[in-house]
Structures are given as C-alpha cells and as structure tokens.
Nanobody, 126 residues
Framework: QVQLVESGGGWVQAGGSLRLSCVAS????????IAWFRQAPGKEREFVAG????????TDADSVKGQFLISRDNDKNTVYLQCNTLEPEDTAVYYC???????????????????WGQGTQVAVSS
C-alpha cells in the first residue's frame, strides 16, 4: 500500500500563494489517481482538485477554478497543488488522497479514495 505525506501548508496573508506537496512512499505514485480535498472547521470535507494516474486528466472544483492548479511528477513520486490568490475562505486542512482503481477521471467523492495523508494546515488571514 501507499503512504502519503503532505507538506507546504502554513500561514499566509490574503492574496498570497502556497504550493502544497504530497509525497508518496511504499509504492510508485504512477499507479494512483490523486486528489486534494480540504476541510474547514465545522464543514464537510470537499474535493478541491484531482489528477489522473498518468497526468492526462485534471479536474478542479468550481470554487478554485483558475486559482488552484494540480500537477504531478511521477519521477519524484509527488503531486503538487499550487494555491494562488488565497483568501480567508481557503483556510482549511488540506489532504491528499490516492485512488487505486485506475480511474482515468478523478472522482470528486471522498469515498472513491483508498489512502489518505494526515493533512497540512493552510491558514489565510485578511
């Protein structure tokens, strides 16, 4: 099985940027479709962006379209989430998740992912 570790979170002022990383170990990342989810206090976990195992298909939520960009480097076993023009409503714990089914189009359902990282906190102040 694969283990996922997120990093890159932190505190940033509104309008700033962060790049989150999700590093996989235990198994090659190129076997998994990967997604980023986030969960703000008192809210349900929500899909942010996903990328297919081969990098050919990327999807993102309407709420972050044009603001966040997901990418992957399978040689480095890493998936990235570039978060630009951050706003206080982007404050959340961000999780990466792996789907082992070989799905070509990332699902937005959290139940479609088998493995999860521990999360990285993003805090945006106004």
């Amino acid at each position: 099985q694969v283990q996922l570790v997120e990093s890159g979170g932190g505190w940033v002022q509104a309008g700033g940027s962060l790049r989150l990383s999700c590093v996989a170990s235990g198994r090659a990342l190129n076997k998994y479709t990967i997604a980023w989810f986030r969960q703000a206090p008192g809210k349900e976990r929500e899909f942010v962006a996903g990328i297919s195992w081969n990098g050919n298909t990327a999807t993102d939520a309407d709420s972050v379209k044009g603001q966040f960009l997901i990418s992957r480097d399978n040689d480095k076993n890493t998936v990235y989430l570039q978060c630009n023009t951050l706003e206080p409503e982007d404050t959340a714990v961000y999780y990466c998740a792996a789907d082992s089914t070989g799905r070509d189009i990332p699902t937005i359902r959290s139940g479609g992912y088998d493995y999860w990282g521990q999360g990285t906190q993003v805090a945006v102040s106004s």
